[in-house]
């Protein structure tokens, strides 16, 4: 009678992975995305450059299931007429296809918040960007180490 | 030939306060086919998904979302709503074939 020790020492296997990982390569906030996630951010874009803040993406750093990953994704807006969040849009950069979600928020939700279950189909970073209502983009990303990847197989 | 679109479940609080923030929680029963995966024979297994959610408070959009085949099956969707006023909530589920899903949900003030 002993219990099986597998998944949690699978849990501390990536946990030390992923130190090593980050320790050794500090990744700027900048670096390089796919080209077509970099093509879907430059049709929302239209000239305008995203600054960064204001956005927050709650992810796990580490997920062993891929199939499903909780996400939140949040903005710092009072959601009032005159000043609120329009849209977040949010890519997965190394999925098939980049685009994950598309929020269209309204200032009737009263604080900008979304959750959702999405699909990783490797170890990749997500990038969302909200579009606030007066037109300013702010953007922010965060990396999910996958485990087990999501994308059909 | 779309899959079905399952049964929805909906947690939205019966009252609130007259300014407070709830929060509504939505899921729903459907298989996300990616268009991506490949059957037996080898062939590519039509995309078949959950493309749009809407939620509107007496007639009114609050929240809506575009989803894409990288949202997991059985798409949870999570949103707050500021309650001003008691009254009707639709929520509506549209498949890539165009078919829809409904819920409403009533709310009044504490």
Not at chain 1, 70 to 84: F, G, L
């Amino acid at each position: 009678m002993h219990a099986a020790p597998t998944p949690s020492r699978r849990v501390m296997l990536a946990l030390a992975a992923g130190g090593v990982a980050i320790s050794l390569l500090p990744r700027p906030a900048s670096a390089q995305l796919a080209a077509p996630t970099q093509a879907a951010i430059d049709r929302i874009r239209g000239g305008r450059t995203p600054q960064e803040g204001r956005v927050t993406l709650r992810l796990p750093p580490i997920a062993e299931n891929g199939n499903t990953v909780p996400m939140t994704v949040s903005v710092e807006s009072p959601m009032t007429a005159a000043d609120h969040v329009k849209t977040i849009y949010v890519f997965a950069d190394k999925n098939p296809t980049p685009d994950l979600a598309t929020f269209h928020l309204t200032p009737a939700m009263g604080r900008a918040s979304v959750d959702t279950r999405i699909r990783l189909g490797t170890t990749q970073d997500v990038v969302a960007i909200a579009e606030m209502s007066d037109g300013n983009l702010f953007m922010t990303r965060a990396e999910v180490k996958v485990t087990i990847g999501g994308c059909g197989g | 030939m779309a899959a079905p679109i399952g049964q929805p479940r909906v947690r939205i609080p019966a009252q609130a306060r007259a300014g407070e923030v709830i929060d509504i929680r939505t899921l729903i029963s459907h298989i996300m086919e990616t268009g991506q995966r490949r059957d037996q024979a080898g062939a590519i297994i039509p995309r078949d998904i959950i493309k749009r959610f809407e939620a509107k408070f007496e007639g009114q959009l609050v929240f809506a979302m575009d989803l894409a085949p990288a949202i997991s099956a059985n798409p949870y969707i999570a949103f707050p709503f500021k309650v001003e006023k008691a009254g009707s909530f639709e929520f509506t589920w549209t498949n890539d074939a165009g078919e829809e899903r409904k819920a409403t949900n009533d709310i009044k003030l504490a």
